[in-house]
């Protein structure tokens, strides 16, 4: 008997917002070998009680999503359920999307053009133990480790009426840091953080920490690695 044969069907948790995107993944992995797919989540919030509620082997992330997203959601199953592992399957593979996702836990990262046979590796990649990261983001990576560090950078007058500490507060957001972490950084509560993040998401009119990412970059508040 082969190997394939021999190893169990990974049980694997689909999170995606958008109906028609998560129904057609589930669709295509019933019809790949070496997957069961034991539930589908909506957002952040209901992948992470999935997942307190079926402990599947892995959960396919997406990152843009409300209310809790894809970033916020792997570090939350990362810290309470270690016996699963995250695979990011998003549209994106920018900086901004990819590092934070890593930072928080996901062993693997794919974009949603990726086939069948590089799902199923992904997968049981990161049950091995291996990284389960397409090419492209490899090379990414790469990059990344072999450029300086990204250095804060902030303006003189903070953007779109943030408060010093709002900037300071996005700014390790974009460093990939979670509430907690943040918490113990600027020696404050969790909640304290949390009502910053508010504030600085209502002036802003970001939705996601994805976002806030992206806005702390083009706002220069944390500089890109140098390719």
Request: glycine share 8%; charged share 25%; aromatic share 2%.
């Amino acid at each position: 008997m082969t190997e394939t044969a021999e190893r169990k069907p990974a049980r694997v948790v689909v999170a995606d917002d958008q109906t028609v995107v998560r129904e057609g993944i589930v669709m295509l992995l019933g019809l790949l070998s070496g997957i069961e797919v034991v539930g589908a989540a909506g957002d952040g919030d209901e992948a992470v009680r999935l997942v307190a509620e079926l402990a599947p082997d892995v959960v396919l992330m997406d990152l843009r999503m409300p209310r809790c997203d894809g970033v916020e959601a792997t570090r939350r199953i990362r810290a309470e359920h270690p016996g699963t592992q995250v695979v990011v399957l998003t549209t994106y593979a920018d900086d901004a999307s990819l590092f934070p996702a890593l930072q928080a836990g996901a062993r693997g990262y794919l974009t949603k053009d990726a086939g069948g046979d590089e799902i199923v590796r992904a997968v049981h990649s990161v049950l091995s133990g291996d990284a389960g990261l397409s090419p492209r983001v490899q090379g990414r990576l790469l990059d990344r480790l072999s450029a300086p560090e990204p250095e804060p950078v902030a303006p003189a007058t903070p953007p779109d009426g943030l408060t010093a500490r709002e900037t300071e507060v996005l700014t390790l957001i974009a460093e990939g840091l979670s509430n907690q972490e943040i918490a113990r950084r600027l020696q404050v509560s969790t909640a304290t953080v949390k009502t910053h993040i508010n504030n600085m998401f209502t002036k802003t009119g970001l939705k996601d920490r994805a976002q806030a990412v992206r806005y702390a970059f083009a706002k220069g508040l944390v500089r890109p690695p140098t390719r």
